[in-house]
């Protein structure tokens, strides 16, 4: 037996309780007499209600764990976008370091080009006062320029006649010869008298010339006939005289 057993002895067969007796109630303690029992003795505490347990919070769920292959490729990501920021700005760098100078450039060009624009423009605006002012004069010389085509029309008419009488005379000077019986005289007379005509004819309006082309027709006859046939080319004067007459009277009406 242990010394457990020993000390607090059990039952043994014949159901005889050999535990030791119950020490009796200590009442020799006098009792207080200020000490009044005012309430019963609690022979047993109750036992607080238990809270209940709190449900336990679901746990959050541990991220999952980033692959190496999708680690890989965001590294490679960020690698390649710093790579060509820095390309870029290295690129933009060497860009505004090989233009700078040729915009430069462009720029002082254009400034000139604006300057000599500017200058052009004062010139064009010059010149257009000018223009005013010509036209100016030119309204102001209008009447004059009127006035002067008119004694223009009419020197013309006037060297048309004097050219037409020189025929005349030409033609008349040859009958005197040739009537005196001086057909070399007569030549003489009438070596000009085919520049005269072609005069006549640069003065005549287009659809007029032709009455001149029949004339010096008749005046080469003259010639030819002037030493063999005498009488033939003082007919032919005669005949040049009448047709110098129609067209005096035609252009300036009788003399």
Do not use: C
Not at 70 to 83: P, Q
Not at 95 to 115: A, D, G, I, T
Not at 187 to 200: I, P
Not at 207 to 234: C, G
């Amino acid at each position: 037996m242990t010394e457990l057993e020993n000390e607090f002895p059990t039952t043994e067969e014949g159901g005889e309780d050999l535990s030791p007796p119950e020490a009796a109630p200590d009442t020799s303690a006098p009792l207080a007499e200020d000490s009044e029992i005012t309430e019963p003795v609690v022979l047993a505490e109750e036992a607080p209600a238990e809270a209940p347990e709190p449900e336990p919070e679901p746990e959050a769920e541990a991220p999952k764990q980033e692959s190496k292959v999708r680690r890989f490729f965001r590294m490679t990501l960020r690698w390649t976008l710093g790579l060509l920021i820095v390309f870029g700005l290295g690129f933009l760098a060497a860009v505004y370091s090989l233009y700078q100078p040729e915009v430069q450039n462009n720029r002082e060009s254009l400034n000139q080009k604006q300057s000599e624009l500017q200058a052009a423009e004062e010139q064009v605006a010059e010149l257009e006062d000018q223009i005013l002012a010509l036209e100016g004069q030119i309204d102001d010389l209008n009447p004059l320029a009127t006035e002067n085509e008119q004694l223009l029309s009419a020197q013309d008419q006037f060297e048309l006649h004097i050219a037409i009488l020189n025929v005349r005379v030409d033609v008349s000077n040859a009958l005197l010869a040739l009537a005196g019986d001086d057909p070399a005289r007569a030549r003489v007379v009438l070596d000009k008298t085919g520049e005269a005509l072609e005069r006549v004819s640069s003065l005549l309006p287009v659809d007029q010339r032709e009455m001149v082309t029949s004339m010096e027709q008749r005046l080469e006859l003259v010639l030819d006939e002037i030493e063999d046939a005498p009488y033939a080319a003082q007919s032919d004067l005669d005949v040049l005289a009448k047709s110098l007459l129609e067209l005096e009277d035609a252009l300036f009406g009788p003399p």
